[in-house]
């Protein structure tokens, strides 16, 4: 999933039979819990199977609340967030642009969910911020919130800002939610950003990364996502014309979930 996922236990006796998918012991990976991950597709790429309809309707599906967008884990959202907030406030210390004794002008918050990361750390860190999520049961929670600009349901593969006069964006943060997008329609996603970003702005990509001993991405049928490794990342960024700037593993969760990374990205 693209939320934070435990690989090594079910947190229920039917949580395996509802993936309906076979799973292998990956007792080659870095963590020290055994970690249990599906078998990538046998035919094609894992994201060709991607189907973004079923996404939406898991996810509209899904309780809009904390533990609904985070798989059942809220307790991981606290140290994420602090994790994500000291990260940025590296990025600023070394910037120009964007000192940290002001505040940022607009930042967006991509794949938004029910604003959790709006309302935990983004809408303190910017005088605005911007939605984009596609499951309107999840941006009815946000409308109205402080410092909460315009909201666009619409999902990031179709999301135009640069065509639609959206931005500038200071920091357009991408969380828990690439993994909807193929490979394709990531490339063309994170193309079209340099255009509607500050200069010295970020793009941030904070993902659960794969890591499947057969180092592949790994496709979850459950709410239709890709779990991709921190190589494929690399690679993305690279044919998306983006220089990574910093990358930092996220600390301090619970054994046995994915590990996460942070990416900061600007144009080349
Ligand atoms: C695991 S939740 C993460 C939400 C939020 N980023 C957070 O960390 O709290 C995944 C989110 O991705 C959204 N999503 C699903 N398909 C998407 C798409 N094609 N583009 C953008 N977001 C999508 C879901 O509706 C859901 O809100």
Not at 220 to 242: G, H, I, M
């Amino acid at each position: 999933m693209s939320s934070p996922k435990r690989k090594s236990q079910p947190s229920s006796d039917n949580e395996f039979e509802s993936a309906k998918k076979p799973r292998i012991t990956d007792e080659n990976s870095d963590n020290d819990a055994a970690i249990e991950i599906p078998i990538t597709a046998p035919n094609g790429a894992p994201d060709s199977h991607i189907n973004v309809e079923a996404a939406i309707a898991y996810w509209s599906s899904t309780e809009a609340t904390v533990s609904g967008v985070l798989g059942g884990y809220p307790q991981v959202s606290r140290i994420d967030l602090q994790g994500s907030s000291n990260f940025l406030a590296k990025l600023r210390r070394q910037s120009k642009h964007f000192p940290p004794s002001k505040k940022l002008r607009r930042a967006v918050d991509c794949g938004a969910g029910i604003g959790r990361i709006t309302a935990g750390f983004l809408s303190k860190a910017a005088e605005t911020v911007d939605i984009v999520e596609p499951v309107k049961s999840f941006t009815d929670q946000i409308k109205g919130k402080e410092n909460v600009g315009e909201v666009y349901n619409v999902g990031l593969e179709a999301w135009h800002p640069d065509q639609d006069g959206d931005g500038p964006y200071d920091l357009i943060w991408n969380q828990w939610c690439l993994g909807q997008l193929t490979d394709a329609h990531l490339v063309e996603y994170l193309k079209r950003l340099p255009r509607v970003l500050s200069q010295g702005g970020w793009i941030i990509v904070k993902e659960n990364l794969s890591n499947h001993h057969l180092n592949v991405d790994v496709y979850d049928e459950t709410d239709s996502s890709v779990t991709r490794t921190d190589a494929k990342f690399r690679k993305l960024f690279e044919d998306a014309n983006l220089t990574l700037v910093s990358t930092e593993l996220q600390k301090g969760f619970p054994k046995g979930l994915y590990p996460v990374r942070a990416y900061a990205l600007q144009p080349r």
